[in-house]
């Protein structure tokens, strides 16, 4: 049985000497002597990573672990190439991006806060919904965050950021010392979540 683990670079591990085994993800595999699955991208969406977690998702997973990203990026499905891709807001100050054109639309005319915040909150409230094993949501970059419907049906209204992780907000990937804080901080939260189940089964109150 396995922990997966999914989100966009801050996940992934990257910036760090040496990826694989200097993230989090790993370092909390290995405190919990657990196999992990860490399934983050570089530039992710979180309509990408609620995607990939349900596509990952099977009987070999015991816990997830999902880390939100920053609310304005978007999945889109690219009809030449048959295929997803992600856009976010540095495209569009960067003309040598291929999805510059595409950014330059987007993020001029379409993008705004309640959009992007109501995005974030339908794909946590699809998650939570959907996950039929124990799981820990967090978020980092959080933007403005306007009320919705997923919001108001949702049970993660106050969802942790970085900044109540670590104690600062990070405007940049974690350092190996900052994974590390980031696992303990999982490891309680795992810790918590499975002894609140546990309990829950034993009273007969389903999740």
Request: hydrophobic share 35%; aromatic share 12%.
């Amino acid at each position: 049985m396995s922990i997966l683990f999914s989100g966009c670079s801050h996940t992934f591990g990257s910036d760090l000497k040496d990826p694989e085994s200097q993230r989090y993800s790993t370092l909390v595999g290995e405190k919990l002597g657990k196999e992990v699955v860490n399934i983050a991208i570089e530039g992710a969406s979180n309509d990408h990573i609620t995607r990939r977690t349900l596509e990952r998702l099977d009987e070999s997973i015991e816990f997830v672990f999902v880390q939100f990203t920053s609310q304005d990026r978007i999945e889109f499905w690219k009809i030449q190439r048959r295929g997803w891709a992600n856009l976010m807001p540095g495209m569009y100050t960067k003309s040598s991006s291929r999805y510059h054109d595409l950014a330059e639309h987007w993020f001029g005319h379409f993008s705004c806060p309640e959009l992007s915040s109501s995005n974030l909150w339908k794909n946590i409230y699809l998650l939570e919904t959907t996950l039929t094993v124990p799981h820990y949501f967090f978020i980092i970059n959080r933007g403005e965050d306007c009320n919705n419907v997923y919001k108001s049906k949702s049970s993660w209204k106050n969802i942790l950021s970085e900044r109540d992780l670590l104690g600062f907000a990070l405007r940049r990937h974690p350092t190996a010392e900052e994974h590390l804080k980031l696992a303990d901080q999982l490891v309680d939260k795992y810790s918590q979540r499975c002894y609140t189940n546990i309990v829950g089964r034993n009273m007969g109150v389903t999740e």
